[in-house]
């Protein structure tokens, strides 16, 4: 997968993109990132990208023809995302992170200052993305976030590690309490049924757990969630345990 980031700050991605799986999804030829500076495509002459906004106000607004410029001399084939990084954009899931893993190429806009030209919104870009209900400074830490979702699902990037599928989010539930040696530390102790390692049982429990957390945490997540009937049994255990220690 190719992704075109059109940013004012391309030496922000230098870290984090020469990290971890960013790093090794690169060397494996299963992503390229190509940073563009918006500021190489403003028409003024003295490499201004932002002016005051009409009808007055604070702050300034990112103008429209250097990102206008820069999508046009990237030239992608018709159907390519160009997804503009907006406080204002929908929501960013695991389930849009997915839809875009499939997509042989995506050019993604970083929005700063004030905000953007409302015209790169309606004509320039095919989708708007947040990721999350507070304000960045810029699109650039929201770019990075997007970026490391869709990698780690493009394939070979992860190889034997978990299985993306079973993670928290792609089953619509929080993920289960973790623990590895030392069996105790500090007096805390690792639960009995992970120590015994019968397989059936600590699937079970693992299960129960995940249902647990999220209802104690994410509610809002389970009717989403693809219950079976042996969940609705755990949650039914869930909720009866909570009724007795309150
Ligand atoms: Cl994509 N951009 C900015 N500037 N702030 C954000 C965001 C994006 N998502 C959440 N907050």
Redesign the pocket.
Known sequence: MVVDVVTLFPEYFSGPLNCSVLARAQVAGALRVRLWNLRDFTPDKHGKVDDTPYGGGPGMVLRPEPFFAAVAALAPPEGTPVIL???Q?EPLTQRRAAALAKQERIVVLC?HYEGVDERVRGRLATEE????D??????EP?ALVLIDAVARLLPGVLGNEASPEEESFSTGLLEYPQYTRPAEYAGLEVPEVLRRGHHAEVRRWRRKEALRRTYLRRPELLPRAALTEEDRQLLAEIIEELSETT
């Open positions: 990084l907006t406080p954009g929005g993305l947040s990721i999350g507070y304000v960045l400074s810029g699109g929201a």
